[in-house]
């Protein structure tokens, strides 16, 4: 069943589908555009191909043009394989006849540096209006029509529908297209430098090709990250899963700054939490890569965890149970009604459990396999996988194997639910029937380990294919404002946080002794006393809060430890019973502007990395859901008897803190409460550091 189409309001991303699927191709070089004729010819284009060479009369058997301007007619897409000071006049004189796009595969532009950012500029500009894949790009294969802008071999045939990949890098596109894992390839793009066309705008094109049944996304970075989340949520609301494996992932944050937060929410962190947002499936490896997508491709996103595992031998059934398990998959018993149908066709001697060996007593027999399947697929579980291991021959008659693919792809028939049967190691699926399983719309995967990381990220998608409508794309990120960087002392800070409702404890701040015994009396021992300085980051491991202070003597003998080196305190009331203490930081991202981390505070904050990144804006159920899947969340929820947090106030904490980032976007530029403490009665913050970007003039914001 085809995915619903994306409209196009874009032009240029208009140009982008005629250039993935031209009625005429120019190709512009010597020998990697006579590749490029012979791979057309080979996938079987039926459009116009003009070679462009001025000192070659033929190639490839086709006369050729001396220069863009003889061509009969504006190209839909252009192969331009010449010197990179040359492929600028080349695209140039592409946007002067109307073409509609390019692919630029010479390299030596931004991704080099120096000059080649300015040859860059200039080729952006001389594309006007096209659309343009590269430059250092290998171009695009399109396996539904019949198109190779491919200067190379490649692997792979033609398909009525399949899965797309866009990649930035050629080579892995190119091994991409040579895989063994039977998934069928609609599309191949790749986009070197992306210098034109984005991710998204290419994103955009293949959404528009209501054959394309999933998207695969290799990564390095996003040049729009506010554009790739609008597109993104569109694939997800027409329900066209994407998987990403992004690569190039960095260590977490810069070093640098005093707050806690820019070290726990660096890049690699922030892409994660986009992905997540977005509904997009993250994976690990190229093998991940492509059993998810075939996954997706049969199946489509998954409603839930819940698996009903076949196999004819308990070592398998041990297998997925224990690899499922590390992942989150879930093996519900088996009810009633289904373990009775398969008792009838099973006998006393197999024990029923889920996963299920069904060992071999029924070997052979294709009626009664259909029926022990048919029953493991009545239960309510999300998807059905039986785990079948194929000896290594030619496409002749396998006896014994061949009943259980007929009485698999039987069952499957009768009751159409999400289905996988997967062999154990890779080499062990082979391609006819691989074949025979997609076409009954069963999913082929390969490798155990790769079948349930793919169900578990198929379960992601879903999941968030269920929230779609209140899923927010990310805002463009706010300027920081011009000025001289400040940072808030402690009171200064809280008072500001208050302001957007957030519990602070009652303080006063007092220069002396005397008036710290005087306001420790008013607020009611115990005190806290600390040293307040705007220069003074992390109090507690510099030795500047002294707690639990019980009479005035304590205040005292506190004060006198401190005012060699402080000459400003702040008394607070101690507060009682705590069951966590949390961090709430925000911090900011040229690409993705603001982002929220959640995490276990206090001063192992670093050493658990118990934490979570949102980025703003970010939604009171995503912040509830944040929580819950934290490590610490149990000391929240009654741990060993414990009183159970007010888990609305943590979010109402957590939300006031958001609030404050967000209407100080153009200012703020870290921003650390920790702890934020949770009691029995709520959640209130007892330090706060906020670093804001102020004018010149030292006005606050």
């Given at each position: 069943?085809?995915?619903p189409r994306l409209?196009?309001?874009?032009p240029?991303q208009?140009r982008l ?5 031209p009625?005429s191709i120019?190709?512009?070089g010597?020998?990697?555009a006579?590749e490029v ?8 284009y ?5 070679p462009v060479?001025?000192?070659r ?14 061509l ?5 897409a252009?192969?331009?394989a010449?010197s ?10 592409l946007?002067?006849?109307?073409a ?6 010479a ?9 080649g950012?300015g ?6 500009a001389a594309?006007?209006?096209?659309a ?6 290998y171009?695009s ?12 071999h490649?692997g792979?045939?033609r ?14 596109a190119?091994n ?13 793009v790749t986009?070197?430098?992306?210098a ?8 955009a094109a293949l ?5 394309v049944t ?12 506010p554009a ?11 329900g ?12 977490l ?10 070290s ?6 922030l ?5 997540d947002?977005?509904?997009?499936a993250?994976?690990g490896?190229l093998a991940?890569f ?6 997706l491709?049969?199946c489509?996103p ?10 004819c031998s308990?070592?398998d ?9 590390v ?10 009604p289904?373990?009775?149908a398969?008792?009838q066709?099973?006998g ?7 996963p299920?060996d ?8 294709t009626?009664?396999l259909e029926?022990?399947f048919?029953?493991?697929m009545?239960?309510p579980?999300?998807i059905t ?15 014994g194997w ?14 159409p639910?999400?289905a996988?049967?997967?062999?154990s190691?890779?080499?062990l ?17 390969q ?16 999941r ?5 409508a209140?899923?927010q794309a ?5 300027a920081l404002q ?5 940072m808030?002392?402690?009171p ?15 303080s ?11 306001a420790?009396e ?8 600390k040293?307040?300085s705007?220069?003074l ?8 809060v ?14 006198a ?11 607070e009331?101690m ?5 966590a203490e ?14 929220l981390?959640?995490?276990a505070?206090?001063?192992l ?5 118990d934490t979570v990144?949102?980025?703003l804006p970010a ?15 149990a000391l929240l ?14 979010v ?7 609030a404050?980032?967000?209407?100080h976007?153009a200012?703020?530029m870290?921003?650390d409460v ?7 009665a709520?959640?209130l913050a007892?330090?706060?550091?906020i670093?804001?970007q102020?004018?010149e003039?030292g006005?606050?914001?």
């Amino acid at each position: 069943m085809s995915a619903p189409r994306l409209t196009l309001h874009d032009p240029r991303q208009q140009r982008l589908v005629r250039l993935l699927n031209p009625s005429s191709i120019a190709v512009v070089g010597g020998e990697e555009a006579a590749e490029v004729i012979r791979q057309c010819r080979n996938i079987g284009y039926r459009g116009q191909l003009w070679p462009v060479n001025p000192r070659r009369s033929h190639i490839e058997g086709i006369a050729t043009f001396g220069s863009v301007d003889e061509l009969p007619g504006a190209p839909d897409a252009s192969f331009v394989a010449v010197s990179r000071e040359l492929t600028v006049r080349v695209v140039e004189a592409l946007a002067r006849r109307g073409a509609a796009g390019a692919v630029c595969y010479a390299s030596g532009f931004a991704e080099v540096g120096g000059e080649g950012i300015g040859l860059q500029e200039q080729l952006v500009a001389a594309a006007g209006d096209m659309a343009l894949l590269g430059p250092n790009c290998y171009g695009s294969i399109n396996y539904l029509d019949g198109c190779a802008l491919w200067p190379d071999h490649f692997g792979g045939g033609r398909v009525e529908r399949g899965v797309a990949i866009i990649t930035q890098s050629g080579n892995i596109a190119l091994n991409l297209t040579l895989q063994a894992h039977h998934l069928p390839l609609a599309y191949m793009v790749t986009v070197g430098n992306k210098a034109v066309s984005d991710i998204h705008d290419v994103l955009a094109a293949l959404l528009a090709d209501p054959r394309v049944t999933a998207i695969g996304l290799h990564l390095e970075g996003l040049g729009d990250v506010p554009a790739f989340s609008r597109i993104a949520l569109q694939a997800l609301a027409l329900g066209v899963p994407l998987v990403v494996l992004k690569t190039g992932s960095s260590t977490l944050g810069a070093q640098l700054t005093a707050s806690h937060t820019r070290s726990l929410a660096g890049s690699d962190v922030l892409y994660s939490s986009l992905f997540d947002r977005l509904g997009l499936a993250r994976v690990g490896d190229l093998a991940e890569f492509l059993e998810t997508l075939k996954l997706l491709h049969a199946c489509g996103p998954l409603a839930g965890k819940q698996v009903g595992s076949l196999s004819c031998s308990g070592g398998d059934a041990s297998l997925v149970a224990d690899m499922g398990q590390v992942h989150g998959l879930q093996f519900p018993s088996l009810p009633a009604p289904v373990g009775a149908a398969l008792a009838q066709v099973l006998g006393p001697l197999v024990p029923l459990n889920n996963p299920l060996d069904y060992q071999t007593y029924i070997w052979g027999d294709t009626a009664a396999l259909e029926a022990c399947f048919a029953a493991m697929m009545q239960a309510p579980t999300d998807i059905t996988l039986i785990v079948l291991d194929f000896p290594r021959t030619t496409e002749g008659p396998l006896p014994g194997w061949d009943e259980v693919v007929e009485g698999f792809v039987a069952a499957h028939a009768r009751h159409p639910r999400p289905a996988i049967l997967v062999s154990s190691l890779p080499e062990l699926m082979p391609p006819h029937i691989a074949r025979r399983l997609l076409a009954a719309g069963i999913a082929p995967l390969q490798g155990i380990r790769e079948c349930v990381l793919a169900i578990a990220a198929a379960a992601v998608i879903g999941r968030r294919r269920g929230q779609h409508a209140r899923i927010q794309a990310v805002a463009a990120p706010v300027a920081l404002q011009d000025g001289v960087a400040r940072m808030l002392d402690e009171p200064t800070a809280k008072a500001a946080l208050a302001a957007y409702g957030l519990r602070v404890p009652a303080s006063q701040v007092v220069p002396d002794a005397d008036s710290a015994v005087r306001a420790a009396e008013q607020i009611g021992y115990p005190v806290v006393l600390k040293a307040v300085s705007a220069q003074l980051a992390h109090k507690t491991e510099q030795g500047a809060v002294k707690l639990n202070l019980r009479d005035a003597a304590a205040v005292r003998a506190a004060v006198a430890a401190l005012q060699p080196a402080f000459d400003c305190f702040l008394v607070e009331q101690m507060q009682g019973e705590v069951l966590a203490e949390l961090i709430v930081g925000v911090s900011r991202d040229p690409q993705f502007g603001l982002s929220l981390t959640l995490g276990a505070g206090g001063i192992l904050v670093e050493l658990l990395a118990d934490t979570v990144t949102l980025l703003l804006p970010a939604s009171r159920e995503d912040i509830a859901a944040a929580l819950r899947g934290l490590r610490c969340f149990a000391l929240l929820d009654g741990y060993r008897g414990k009183p159970r947090a007010d888990i609305a106030a943590v979010v109402d904490a957590v939300l006031a803190i958001a609030a404050y980032a967000q209407a100080h976007a153009a200012a703020l530029m870290e921003l650390d409460v920790n702890p934020l403490l949770v009691t029995p009665a709520g959640a209130l913050a007892v330090d706060a550091l906020i670093r804001l970007q102020e004018p010149e003039t030292g006005a606050r914001a």
